[in-house]
T-cell receptor
């Protein structure tokens, strides 16, 4: 079956622009996660959904970051007024039920803010 | 304090030989899970192997095995018979199942870049 997909794969934005990153989880997976991976670092947790409910957003670095999953499947991570420090790879992952289970990752979106 | 430490920024191994990638962790939660992921240059994080803190035996998955030493808080990944396609970044991660201070989220180390030489 299809894995986690993300689009776009690459995004270049001018500082101050808004961007939207999309994640399609594995079909039937209840839990969805977003991570931010800076260059040369491991991924860091941003936010977690169970179905359409955002249960944990403790990792979002500022109020410019917003995520939604309105129908419990596809999710969008939105970054408003992008800053250079937002440049990173944004990874999406899903797991079948809860966050106690193995997470399967997508290929990521590489964001470069100029 | 770092919860996951990977002390080897880079490693080289000859094709067909075995290699061990180090990982130490820090937690006071008695119930936790340890994971290894592979990240090739394409960027996708590929799940390799999982070890639960209460598992009696070391986990194995094909050419991957996890050398789990609970008292030393280490969870080293062993790759046997290395292949050219094993060249990638490898990340160790932990999840504290009673949540500890991490709310049950995956915590990653900084990774080790493995290069397999022909």
């Amino acid at each position: 079956g299809a894995g986690v997909s993300q689009s776009p794969r690459y995004k270049v934005a001018k500082r101050g622009q808004d961007v939207a990153l999309r994640c399609d989880p594995i079909s039937g997976h209840v839990s969805l996660f977003w991570y931010q991976q800076a260059l040369g670092q491991g991924p860091e947790f941003l936010t977690y959904f169970q179905n359409e409910a955002q249960l944990d957003k403790s990792g979002l670095p500022s109020d410019r970051f917003f995520a939604e999953r309105p129908e419990g499947s596809v999710s969008t991570l939105k970054i408003q007024r992008t800053q250079q420090e937002d440049s990173a790879v944004y990874l999406c992952a899903s797991s079948l039920f809860s966050r106690r289970e193995t997470q399967y990752f997508g290929p990521g979106t590489r964001l470069l803010v100029l | 304090a770092q919860k996951i430490t990977q002390t080897q920024p880079g490693m080289f191994v000859q094709e067909k030989e075995a290699v061990t990638l180090d990982c130490t962790y820090d937690t006071s939660d008695p119930s936790y899970g340890l994971f290894w992921y592979k990240q090739p240059s394409s960027g996708e994080m590929i799940f390799l192997i999982y070890q639960g803190s209460y598992d009696q035996q070391n986990a194995t998955e094909g050419r991957y095995s996890l050398n789990f030493q609970k008292a030393r808080k280490s969870a080293n990944l062993v790759i046997s018979a290395s292949q050219l396609g094993d060249s990638a970044m490898y990340f160790c991660a932990m999840r504290e199942l009673n949540y500890g201070g991490s709310q049950g989220n995956l915590i990653f180390g900084k990774g080790t870049k493995l290069s397999v030489k022909p």
